[in-house]
């Protein structure tokens, strides 16, 4: 019996110490994790909180991890799975409504944008009053007005230059493109926990013709094994101010702006700049067209919140910088404020969290004006999007191109080639639409498979459509043209022409013509040409009369397969044989006057009636007027068929 409960007794003191094992395990692997978050190792902290979110059974405990699931993916920018446990999350009874707001913002970075207000309100009724997510909730409805009417802007991404990982922050000078990439070919083997990929280098390439020339490694000093990202350079290509981060150890935390300058082909070893500190850090520089001032990103002590915008003077012949200034409430806020860029004319682009925009990181632009800069103004879409959007570069505006690309950028938008890619803009021209429909003008009713076609000054097709069901066509115009739209379609006659113009157009138009076409009437429906008229006694064509049949000839240019009859008739008042053989010589002479206007002669079929066919009661014997008479001397011609087809 003693034996059996000293057995018992060892049993439940190997089982404690077992379960006290297990506990201590479990905590060392939760504390290992928070400590990668704690360090901003976000993509190692979301792997082992993920590792550990099964082990844990208590419910509060479990919530607690998938919450830290969820954050290190969204503060590692891996949204898609970020999103996907933030919607486990939000289905739990975790108590802090601040997952709320956290889950609205990753809705704005898939544009669902109705979803993500909902979740803002449901914030707001938690925490009243909250200023970021009223913010947020006004931001959701102007930017569905921003996207329904799109600025004129074409965003391409720029495959040749991306890769599955991170490409970010380009920068156009002297021809080539410069930017930061996370590729396998980067320096060394680091990887940068808190995304994951390797540590980024400086890469460059050159666009020629159209095409971009193989990317290659910067050449110098300016890659090491750890992370160098966002640099700019002068248009010389001489200099070349950038952010390198985690030190040359790699054990540093803080990021610094370096300076080289290329010599004997290559980067030198970079300086730092002096108003870099260990304590803050200081990235993202941007140089102005003249070299004097420096901008760039700074969570430094006195700004407004997270990162803010920052501008430092430069004296080039002192080689000494000034104290660094903060550019104030109007560019900074409380979120991030970060990637400043100037162009030639001094406009400062940056990107920033902090106003109104579509999610993530939007771009923004602004100016300074008496020392003071001005609050700084949404790019909108198509620019900008509901991931980040960042990273923006100008090409100086004597060396854009034709329909070419006036500046890239870098996005983590959906439907990108990798992490952040390389985006083109280019200057999107204004569209002319021309829409109508067209209709018969005997019923009125609409002519479906109709042709409606337009050409060019020069008579070459821009474009050729049919109507639809119910007589409908639209069509987009060329720029800057002199156009002709006209209509036809068997057994009617074309249309008459409309003179388009769409030169000088500032912005987006719309035109709309409706067309009417005249059915080809029978074969008995003889139409009379007015105002042909010949000598007496003769049948030589009168200047007067070649004018009508000029009209004539368009008709039949713009119907070519009609072939018609063109017939001449006189009074009553010579012998009849006599009025047969003049009327036959003037209906030639109408037909050979076409035929030097380029009207094939199968199409005309020339006839004389003489007085056979007399409109009114002037016939032999019967006194008449002379205006009674000139009612018989007429030409007329009428449509035999429609099916006529040019020899080839």
Request: proline fraction near 4%; charged fraction near 25%; hydrophobic fraction near 35%.
């Amino acid at each position: 019996m003693r034996t059996t409960l000293i057995l018992i007794l060892l049993l439940s003191f190997d089982a404690s110490v077992k379960a006290q094992n297990q506990i201590t395990s479990l905590d060392l692997e939760i504390q290992r994790a928070q400590h990668a978050f704690d360090a901003r190792k976000y993509n190692t902290a979301a792997a082992l909180f993920k590792r550990i979110y099964p082990k844990v059974k208590v419910e509060d405990k479990q919530n607690e991890i998938l919450y830290m699931v969820a954050e290190s993916y969204r503060r590692a920018n891996n949204f898609k799975q970020a999103f996907e446990w933030y919607e486990k999350l939000v289905n739990t009874k975790y108590p802090n409504p601040k997952i709320l707001y956290s889950y609205g913002l990753l809705l704005k970075n898939f544009e669902r944008y109705e979803e993500a207000s909902r979740a803002f309100y449901d914030y707001l009724f938690e925490i009243p009053g909250d200023s970021n997510a009223i913010r947020e909730i006004q931001s959701c409805g102007v930017v569905q007005q921003w996207k329904a009417k799109p600025q004129k802007f074409e965003i391409k991404n720029v495959g040749e230059l991306n890769t599955a990982v991170s490409d970010y922050a380009p920068y156009y000078a002297g021809g080539k493109i410069f930017w930061a990439s996370s590729r396998s070919e980067a320096t060394g083997n680091e990887v940068f926990e808190w995304t994951g990929q390797k540590c980024s280098d400086f890469f460059e390439a050159t666009l020629s013709n159209g095409v971009w020339s193989k990317v290659q490694n910067v050449k110098g000093a300016v890659n090491t094994n750890f992370n160098e990202g966002v640099a700019c350079i002068d248009s010389t290509l001489s200099t070349m101010y950038f952010t390198q981060c985690n030190g040359i150890d790699g054990k540093g935390m803080n990021c610094k702006i370096y300076v080289s300058y290329f010599q004997n082909n290559a980067w030198s070893d970079p300086k730092m700049l002096p108003f870099c500190s260990d304590s803050f850090s200081v990235g993202h520089p941007a140089i102005s067209a003249d070299g004097k001032q420096l901008y760039f990103a700074s969570d430094m002590q006195g700004g407004f919140g997270e990162k803010d915008i920052y501008s430092v003077t430069y004296d080039m012949v002192r080689d000494k910088w000034g104290i660094p200034k903060n550019l104030g409430s109007n560019v900074n806020t409380q979120e991030d404020d970060m990637f400043p860029f100037v162009d030639e004319l001094g406009k400062l682009y940056y990107a920033s969290k902090g106003f109104t925009g579509m999610g993530g990181l939007d771009l923004y632009v602004t100016f300074d004006s008496a020392g003071t800069y001005a609050k700084g103004r949404n790019l909108q879409y198509p620019i900008n999007s509901g991931g980040d959007d960042f990273g923006i570069t100008f090409l100086p505006s004597s060396q854009v191109k034709e329909n070419g690309a006036i500046g890239y950028y870098s996005s983590n938008r959906q439907g990108g080639k990798g992490d952040d890619d390389i985006y083109s803009i280019s200057v999107k021209p204004y569209i002319f639409v021309l829409k109508g429909k067209v209709f018969d003008r005997e019923s009125m009713a609409p002519l479906a498979q109709a042709a409606v076609a337009v050409k060019d000054a020069y008579g070459k097709p821009v474009f050729s459509i049919k109507t639809g069901p119910g007589g409908e066509y639209t069509g987009e115009l060329p720029l800057n043209a002199i156009l002709d739209l006209a209509a036809g379609k068997e057994k009617y006659f074309a249309s008459t022409s409309v003179l388009i113009s769409t030169q000088n157009i500032k912005h987006d138009s719309v035109l709309e013509i409706n067309l009417i076409l005249e059915p080809i009437p029978a074969e008995d429906v003889d139409f009379t040409l007015k105002g042909i008229f010949y000598d007496l006694d003769k049948w030589n064509l009168r200047d007067e009369s070649k004018k009508v049949l000029d009209s004539l000839t368009i008709i039949l240019n713009k119907n070519p397969t009609l072939v018609i009859e063109l017939a001449s008739h006189t009074d009553s008042r010579a012998p009849q044989d006599y009025n047969l053989d003049l009327s036959k010589k003037r209906a030639k002479s109408c037909v050979d006057y076409l035929i030097t206007k380029g009207i094939a002669n199968e199409r005309l079929i020339p006839v004389g009636y003489g007085e056979t066919k007399l409109v009114n009661d002037c016939a032999d014997g019967v006194e008449c007027s002379d205006e009674e008479h000139q009612q018989n001397r007429r030409t007329t011609f009428r449509v035999l068929r429609s099916d006529y087809k040019e020899r080839r």
